[in-house]
T-cell receptor
Framework: GQQVMQIPQYQHVQEGEDFTTYCNSS?????IQWYKQRPGGHPVFLIQ???SGEVKKQKRLTFQFGEAKKNSSLHITATQTTDVGTYFC?????????WGLGTSLAVNP | ETGVTQSPTHLIKTRGQQVTLRCSSQ?????VSWYQQALGQGPQFIFQ???????GRGNFPPRFSGLQFPNYSSELNVNALELDDSALYLC???????????FGNGTRLTVT
């Protein structure tokens, strides 16, 4: 079946370092959504990308959608302790959302 | 604008019992999705309701069932509880079946 692979599974960084998580789909997606889940919390919607090659920024976060609409990335510049949590991508295919397994980010102060 | 609310927040049940979890969707949203999230795992899609009809189902057995009401609130029912059903159950509402999801705080279910 359709899958969205997300890597890495875990990332441990020093505060101030950059962080990137990648999602790769086996099929072309209609759109891709990114969510953040803080420890003990619920997923919170960050952004949706729809167009091929789209790049969106939210302060220190940069989101990209690949030209083939099969891959996406989330890059955080100069991480802060408030960035701690698990980042999930969810791709839309045949009007269904397919979730990646998430990347858990730990930040050392 | 009210967000997604779920009740109860925590629940402890015994194996074999039945449980009903409730969710009120965000105003203006007619689609509700339910997810199961085991500790340290990603959300697993259970099913989705759109205008009171089931509109997609994940790989969960029939003892997981649901309802959506005319006001778009929803219930998740689980019969014959098993120990592996212990998890965080998340409800999310959205304006369409593939629009961004707005999650509630979840119900933490423990089956002993």
């Amino acid at each position: 079946g359709q899958q969205v692979m997300q890597i890495p599974q875990y990332q441990h960084v020093q505060e101030g370092e950059d962080f990137t998580t990648y999602c790769n789909s086996s099929t072309t997606l209609s759109n891709i959504q990114w969510y953040k889940q803080r420890p003990g919390g619920h997923p919170v919607f960050l952004i949706q990308l729809v167009k091929s090659g789209e790049v969106k920024k939210q302060k220190r976060l940069t989101f990209q959608f690949g030209e083939a609409k099969k891959n996406s990335s989330l890059h955080i510049t100069a991480t802060q302790t408030t960035d701690v949590g698990t980042y999930f991508c969810a791709g839309s295919y045949n009007r269904k959302l397919i979730w990646g397994l998430g990347t858990s980010l730990a930040v050392n102060p | 604008e009210t967000g997604v609310t779920q009740s109860p927040t925590h629940l402890i049940k015994t194996r074999g019992q039945q449980v009903t979890l409730r969710c009120s969707s965000q105003s203006g949203h007619n689609t509700v999705s339910w997810y199961q999230q085991a500790l340290g795992q990603g959300p697993q899609f259970i099913f989705q309701y759109y205008r009171e009809e089931e509109n997609g189902r994940g790989n969960f057995p029939p003892r997981f069932s649901g309802l959506q009401f005319p006001n778009y609130s929803s219930e998740l029912n689980v019969n014959a509880l098993e120990l592996d059903d212990s998890a965080l159950y998340l409800c999310a509402s959205s304006s369409t079946d593939v629009s961004p999801l707005h999650f509630g705080n979840g119900t933490r279910l423990t089956v002993t």
